[in-house]
């Protein structure tokens, strides 16, 4: 195959195709060695980050996760608000759905967490063991080891 390649007025030049691929052999072939390197390095960086980045065990990454029904005399749900405190930071709110039901979940800052509400709590049952309510009757303290409760029960005063 060959090509035509204008010049000046004056001059026609003919090139054929080998022609281009030997002039331009000298600017690719370090253009595909520098493209292998990246892609390489690329896939090296993303296989890393696979098998050293989705490890969950590791305490850094523990989550707390809570769900329940809470249920009152003359409650108006919109009102409650529920909180997840760890380390005495909120971590999570939310409100529950007009049948009293909740799912919250957030990282946790220290080995336990707590519950908290805006109302005072009455009572509440739980199957794990360990749960105690706080003095001001608004928390539920869960204690270090439990990651993921469900309250059966939640009883709030008015």
């Given at each position: ?27 690719l ?49 919109d ?48 199957l ?20 993921y409760?469900?309250?059966n ?6």
């Amino acid at each position: 195959m060959e090509l035509l390649i204008k010049g000046t007025k004056r001059n026609k030049t003919y090139f054929t195709l080998r022609t281009f691929e030997i002039i331009f052999e000298g600017f690719l072939l370090p253009l595909k060695k520098k493209l292998m390197k990246i892609l390489l390095v690329i896939l090296a960086f993303f296989s890393l980050s696979v098998f050293v980045g989705c490890r969950s065990e590791n305490r850094d990454h523990a989550r707390a996760y809570v769900e329940g029904t809470i249920t009152g005399n003359q409650l108006i749900l919109d009102e409650i608000t529920i909180h997840l405190s760890s380390d005495g930071k909120n971590i999570a709110e939310t409100i529950s759905n007009s049948s009293g039901e909740f799912v919250l979940s957030g990282p946790l800052l220290s080995d336990s967490f707590s519950l908290v509400f805006n109302k005072k709590i009455k009572s509440f049952s739980t199957l794990k063991k360990g749960c105690t309510l706080s003095a001001d009757a608004k928390q539920i303290q869960i204690p270090a080891g439990i990651t993921y409760i469900t309250f059966n029960e939640i009883i709030l005063e008015k």
